[in-house]
């Protein structure tokens, strides 16, 4: 059995798709081998990942490796909503790199996390009251009035 080339499929990819760029798919690669190892060590029977785990897998390897710059990053790349991410997926199985089910779809990327709400608010600071006045807080610390 021949093996698949990830940089020559990559660039098959790029050539009919330029939406997204290359360090996606490169960061999409990784995100999977991060959700697979994950669901391996938390012993989940199933190999396979759904569309809904891969996005939170790449949600959790994307704060491990970009911290709040990750809108940032996403956004340099062309990858601006979950549905990117499956964009990206399904044209990875079209040229043979990833594998899928019978019923993996496209709109398993569907209906997931905003990017907001992933990606932003876990570092911005909440509002709290102490001693009359209003400060900020970062979520996780406590507040205590005297």
Do not use: C
């Not at 990819?13 to 959700?35: C, G, M, N, S, V």
């Not at 012993?43 to 790449?58: A, M, S, T």
């Not at 570092?123 to 507040?143: H, N, S, T």
């Amino acid at each position: 059995m021949q093996k698949i080339d990830f940089g020559e499929k990559l660039a098959e990819i790029l050539e009919k798709d330029q939406r997204f760029d290359r360090e996606a798919y490169h960061f999409l690669r990784d995100a999977l081998d991060f959700t697979i190892k994950a669901r391996k060590k938390a012993k989940e029977p199933d190999q396979h990942v759904n569309g809904q785990q891969l996005l939170e897998g790449i949600r959790q390897y994307a704060l491990r490796q970009f911290g709040p710059m990750v809108p940032t990053v996403f956004s340099y790349w062309g990858v601006t909503r979950g549905e990117d991410f499956g964009a990206m997926v399904f044209n990875l199985i079209g040229v043979g790199i990833f594998g899928k089910t019978a019923t993996d779809s496209i709109e398993d990327f569907q209906g997931g996390y905003t990017f907001r709400e992933a990606f932003v608010l876990p570092y911005q600071p909440e509002r709290g009251q102490v001693g009359g006045e209003l400060i900020a807080v970062k979520k996780g610390d406590e507040v205590s009035g005297e």
